[in-house]
């Protein structure tokens, strides 16, 4: 298995650009979330899905969009990039098991996005 | 309000002390799971260890172990003899159901950036 994989690592947008970053999973797990770290803040959660066809909003959800069309696939959209958007964007995925709660995340490996 | 504070920002250690990596938490749930995770150089992040609120027995791996304690709302990981390649930054995470129990999210605390010299 593959585990997560995002795509692409790195990134350079101007200011107003739009892009949408990669997320796959080939573990067929329920749950998926974009995170996005910023230097000494820790994760914070944009946006998350329990399913194909199911998102929902997490902490930080402005100026990004998503869709889950399947269960493999989550990507994340910025419609008009902004420079407070500069960070680096994790992916993850978990089980659902009977009790989701103890679902460890697996995480990919991360895109590097810059907005000048 | 529920979250995770990690009070240590950096620590920095000589090769072959040990280290505890604070870990305190704030939640009205009864039910909940505490996480580590580490973020090596590389940037990853990895998994290390999950333990629920209802079992507050340590846990030992290695040289690494864990200390919770739910009369202080702490999760401590403690890393035996450290070494060059502990560097990295260390989360402490808390899971929560949200929207009536249906789901969950992990929220993380900042991170405590560990550095080992040789």
């Known amino acids: 298995n593959a585990g997560v994989t995002q795509t692409p690592k790195f990134r350079i947008l101007k200011i107003g650009q739009s892009m949408t970053l990669q997320c796959a999973q080939d573990?067929?797990?329920?749950?998926m979330y974009w995170y996005r770290q910023d230097p000494g803040m820790g994760l914070k959660l944009i946006y998350y899905?329990?399913?194909?066809?199911?998102?929902d909003k997490g902490e930080v959800p402005n100026g990004y969009n998503v869709s889950r069309s399947t269960t493999e696939d989550f990507p994340l959209r910025l419609e008009l990039a902004a420079p407070s958007q500069t960070s680096v964007y994790f992916c993850?995925?978990?089980?659902?098991?009977?009790?989701?709660?103890?679902?460890?995340?697996?995480f990919g490996n991360g895109t590097r996005l810059t907005v000048t | 309000a529920q979250k995770v504070t990690q009070a240590q920002t950096e620590i920095s250690v000589v090769e072959k002390e040990d280290v505890t990596l604070d870990c305190v938490y704030e939640?009205?749930?009864?039910?909940?799971?505490l996480f580590w995770y580490k973020q090596p150089p590389s940037g990853e992040l990895v998994f290390l260890i999950r333990r629920n609120s209802f079992d507050e027995q340590n846990e030992i791996s290695g040289r690494y172990s864990w200390n919770f304690q739910k009369s202080t709302s702490s999760f401590n990981f403690t890393i035996t003899a450290s070494q060059v390649v502990d560097s990295a930054v260390y989360f402490c995470?808390?899971?929560?159901?949200?929207?009536?129990?249906?789901?969950?999210?992990?929220?993380f605390g900042k991170g405590t950036l560990l550095t080992v010299n040789p």
């Open positions: 573990m067929n797990h329920n749950y």
């Open positions: 995470a808390l899971s929560l159901t949200i929207r009536g129990g249906s789901n969950y999210k992990l929220t």
């Open positions: 899905s329990v399913g194909a066809g199911i998102t």
């Open positions: 993850a995925s978990s089980y659902r098991a009977n009790f989701p709660l103890n679902s460890p995340l697996h």
């Open positions: 939640t009205r749930d009864t039910t909940y799971y």
